[in-house]
């Protein structure tokens, strides 16, 4: 009887902590789910300081595109180039639509993967999947890495 007991308390208690975990983690991966949508809302607004904010200062950002003879190539820009660009576009003419696969976190290091479709001027342009690495920098999620795909087939 007194087994049975301590078995009965022992799953209560890890049921409680496994949900506290749980209430934690999702607070985090919503808080790197903000930041990575106010880097694509600034992006729609042709905001470059709100994109700026979203991301490290050492960060870096890179792509797979395809080269003319259709072998992959990475291809790299910075922070700076990237929020540069996007002022040169009038507010509403790049729109990056995406969804939140998943999030992963360790402590400060988060993961994120987006598939996404992107329109410039309303138009349809491509689409593929961005993947992101934050760090949280004094209390902040931080976009640290950025590297995507491009393609204009398959896309969901």
């Not at 975990?21 to 709100?50: H, L």
């Not at 003419?93 to 969804?99: N, T, V």
């Given at each position: 009887?007194?087994?049975?007991?301590?078995?009965?308390?022992?799953?209560?208690?890890?049921?409680?902590?496994?949900?506290?975990?749980?209430?934690?983690?999702?607070a985090?991966?919503?808080?790197?789910?903000?930041?990575?949508?106010?880097?694509?809302?600034?992006?729609?607004?042709?905001?470059?300081?709100?994109?700026?904010?979203?991301?490290?200062?050492?960060?870096?950002?890179e792509?797979?595109?395809?080269?003319?003879?259709?072998?992959?190539t990475?291809?790299?820009?910075?922070?700076?180039?990237?929020?540069?660009s996007?002022?040169?576009?009038?507010a509403?003419?790049?729109?990056?639509?995406?969804?939140?696969?998943?999030?992963?976190?360790?402590?400060?290091?988060?993961?994120?993967?987006?598939?996404?479709?992107?329109?410039?001027?309303?138009?349809?342009?491509?689409?593929?999947?961005?993947?992101?690495?934050?760090?949280?920098?004094?209390?902040?999620?931080?976009?640290?890495?950025?590297i995507?795909t491009?393609?204009?087939?398959?896309?969901l």
């Amino acid at each position: 009887m007194k087994n049975w007991k301590l078995a009965t308390a022992a799953v209560i208690i890890s049921s409680i902590s496994w949900h506290a975990g749980v209430a934690q983690t999702t607070a985090e991966e919503k808080a790197v789910a903000t930041v990575i949508n106010n880097m694509f809302d600034a992006m729609r607004k042709a905001d470059s300081v709100g994109i700026m904010q979203a991301f490290a200062s050492n960060a870096h950002m890179e792509t797979i595109t395809k080269t003319k003879q259709q072998t992959d190539t990475v291809r790299g820009n910075t922070v700076a180039q990237f929020a540069s660009s996007i002022t040169k576009q009038k507010a509403g003419a790049l729109d990056e639509r995406i969804s939140i696969g998943a999030i992963h976190i360790d402590g400060s290091m988060a993961t994120a993967w987006t598939p996404y479709q992107f329109y410039f001027n309303g138009q349809f342009s491509h689409c593929g999947v961005n993947s992101f690495q934050l760090v949280k920098l004094n209390g902040d999620w931080k976009i640290q890495y950025i590297i995507d795909t491009r393609r204009k087939d398959n896309c969901l």
